[in-house]
């Protein structure tokens, strides 16, 4: 479900008027997180490190409303929930998206987001979001990289849709950790938003739950 946010009572209305006109109106924000926790306790009992980042990642989406605002026009909604939609690496070398529902029960998650991914790989065609939907959040990996920064491709001033990108996990010290961006809209989000979506992630990174899955 969806809800309108009012303006006239929204705390926020000011900033989402100022941003709402800029032709740059998107800031980024790389943070390290750490994943010692899924890399010595999830995955030796079979929790995929990729499916558990989707999981933490769309926690962490949903624990902040902001992130789940979207505009249209002058008007601002919130959707109770948003899908993941992320890029997955085809048989035939290129890449597709996949759309996966974000379950709070980590099990039910796993579940759904194997058979979907699975089934998206084998796709031929594209399956990118023309516009047609706004509830949904980018994800992308860069397991290759461990990047300091990372900016996404943008249509335009009017996207509103948040972008996540993590890369290569690496250990030091005995500790596993790994970079993640989050690119959203200034009209709609700040960087106490930012900075609770990061926490919020680091908390559902840390409290997998460490039962054999699929």
Known sequence: MEHPVDLATWPRAAQFHFFRGYTRPHFAVTSRLDVTHLMTQAKPNGTSPYRACLYAIGAGLHAVPELLMRFRGDDVIRHDSVDLSMTVPTTAGSFTYAYVPYDPDFATFDAAAHTLITAAA????????????????????MPWLDYTALSNAMPGPDDCIPRIGWGKISQSGGRFSMPMTAEVHHALADGA???AYFAAVQTGLDTLPVI???
């Open 122 to 141: 084998t796709r031929t065609e594209l399956s990118a979001n023309s516009g047609e939907r706004d509830d949904v959040a980018y994800l992308s990996c």
């Open 193 to 195: 938003h930012v900075g």
């Open 212 to 214: 054999r899955a699929t």
